[in-house]
């Protein structure tokens, strides 16, 4: 519901299509715009994610989800089980509909989906993000945490896993706790 208004603001998460791939890639690439000039430079391109890019990761396992209102879709976000966690993959809310409370309804959504352990990793530079996920119940692990985790659950390259921040639900806590071997 919108402040002062007492109609509902009618609107669905659903699983993205093949049909959704080109408006995954337009709210990816507008939202991206936030890490220009926060990220380090040399990990800064545009588009932020080629239509190419997009479908190499779909290929590889990422399923998106993405909320719809009166027809549009305004926000989108990934999910990636890999090994023993679920990773949330790129998390991006169309410039034009942020604050409103997409990312989170988007988020929550998500984590309904798995009883695995949910890691999220982000540019250490985006505060911004970092805030969101935190808000959500998120936490940031240590460096030396984040590099092994890094390392295990993604492929990304190195200058990325230096510039990167990993944040954890509550139920990785739990799984580490309970020292299975999967967890260092």
Same mark, same amino acid.
């Given at each position: ?31 991206? %715009? ?14 932020y994610m080629p239509r190419e ?18 027809? @549009? ?6 999910? *990636? ?6 990773? %949330? ?5 169309? !410039? !034009? ?8 309804? #988007?988020?929550?959504? #998500?984590?309904? +989906?798995? *009883? +695995?352990? @949910? +890691? %999220?990793? !982000? $540019? ?7 805030? &969101?996920?935190?808000?959500?119940? &998120? ?8 590099? @092994? +985790?890094?390392?295990?659950? $993604?492929?990304?390259?190195?200058? *990325? ?12 806590? *739990?799984?580490?706790?309970?020292? !299975?071997?999967?967890?260092?």
């Amino acid at each position: 519901m919108k402040a002062g208004d007492s109609s509902p603001t009618l609107f669905e998460i659903r699983d993205c299509t093949t049909a959704d791939v080109p408006e995954i890639g337009a709210i990816i690439n507008d939202a991206a %715009i936030a890490y220009k000039g926060a990220i380090p430079a040399d990990r800064w391109h545009e588009p932020y994610m080629p239509r190419e890019e997009l479908e190499r990761e779909i290929a590889a396992g990422v399923r998106f989800s993405g909320y719809v209102e009166k027809g @549009v879709l305004l926000g989108v976000m990934g999910i *990636q089980d890999v090994k023993d966690v679920t990773l %949330i993959r790129h998390a991006y809310v169309r !410039t !034009t509909a942020r604050n409103h409370g997409i990312g989170g309804k #988007l988020l929550a959504h #998500l984590v309904t +989906l798995t *009883q +695995l352990p @949910v +890691l %999220i990793g !982000t $540019w250490a530079a985006a505060i911004w993000a970092i805030r &969101f996920y935190e808000r959500h119940g &998120f936490t940031v692990v240590s460096d030396a945490e984040k590099n @092994v +985790l890094l390392k295990k659950y $993604w492929t990304i390259p190195d200058r *990325q896993v230096a510039t990167s921040v990993v944040l954890v639900d509550g139920k990785y806590g *739990q799984s580490k706790n309970n020292d !299975t071997p999967e967890h260092f």
